[in-house]
């Protein structure tokens, strides 16, 4: 997050790269496909004009590519890895659209046979993915889509159309889950959590009393469906009780991405309905 968006002279616009690629990312997919495929490669690759022996997985892999990806004729694919094709590919990797450099890095997942590949490959490709904030990962072998275009609005208007301590536990929040270097997934929870707590305390007007009290208390302003309010309420106690995130950090903690990001989705949006049955 910027200095702008920090301090609220610029619009927050979630990090979550949906329907796009920032350069650190495709340069981190690109490392993966030169350490998992290309530098596995043998040099001179070509003898007597065929691949040679060891390059028997990069052959069948660039075979495939030419005739079902690029569906360009055979003929076309030269035998030479280092000096023609891998040029190739690089150039078409960073001059693509950003839905190609999933297909392709897709296809390269399911059509590299080296025993064990796809498995590290896929594995190390969610890691780079989540650090950059990428809205997608592979699950089982195929790109799949983790944070929808409706979830980033809710957090990019939560935070837009609030104030005070409110605006401020939710940009907290958004720093610490897009923090590319060091993410704090646990203390971003706490923010989000926070972020509730400010705006129902502020506007029922008192801090004092446990959250589902000043729930309670707002519910007579708002009239929302009781089970509504009961369901944050429990969400809530899961943060707080004994091995919840307000706690000390155990070892058994797993707290990810996917914990963090759906705490701030779901606190904003809820400040969200609050705001707008408060406001009729």
């Known amino acids: 997050m910027t200095f702008s968006e920090r301090y609220g002279h610029k619009p927050v616009r979630v990090g979550i790269q949906i329907e796009s690629i920032d350069e650190p990312l495709r340069n981190g997919l690109w490392s993966l496909l030169k350490l998992h495929i290309w530098d596995s490669a043998e040099s001179s690759s070509y003898e007597y004009g065929r691949f040679l022996s060891g390059n028997k997985f990069h052959k069948i892999l660039c075979e495939s590519l030419w005739l079902h990806y690029f569906k360009e004729p055979l003929d076309q694919l030269s035998n030479n890895i280092d000096e023609t094709v891998l040029p190739y590919l690089r150039k078409y990797f960073f001059n693509c659209s950003w839905n190609e450099v999933y297909d392709f890095i897709e296809f390269v997942a399911n ?164 705001e707008g049955k408060l406001s009729k």
């Open 111 to 274: 059509n590299f046979k080296k025993y064990g590949f796809r498995d590290n490959f896929t594995n190390d490709c969610n890691f780079v993915l989540e650090r950059e904030m990428s809205a997608y990962r592979f699950v089982d072998g195929l790109i799949t889509q983790i944070t929808s275009n409706e979830e980033v609005l809710a957090i990019e208007t939560a935070i837009e159309t609030s104030a005070g301590a409110v605006n401020t536990h939710l940009r907290r929040s958004l720093e610490l889950l897009s923090d590319r270097s060091s993410p704090d997934y646990r203390n971003s929870i706490k923010e989000s959590i926070s972020a509730v707590e400010s705006f129902v305390g502020i506007s029922v007007g008192t801090t004092k009393g446990s959250l589902g009290d000043l729930l309670k208390k707002l519910d007579t302003q708002v009239n929302a469906h009781p089970s509504l309010l009961a369901a944050f309420n429990k969400l809530y106690g899961y943060t707080s009780d004994e091995g919840g995130i307000r706690h000390a950090m155990t070892e058994l903690d797993n707290t990810d991405f996917v914990d963090a990001k759906f705490m701030l989705v779901v606190c904003s949006a809820f400040i969200n309905y609050l």
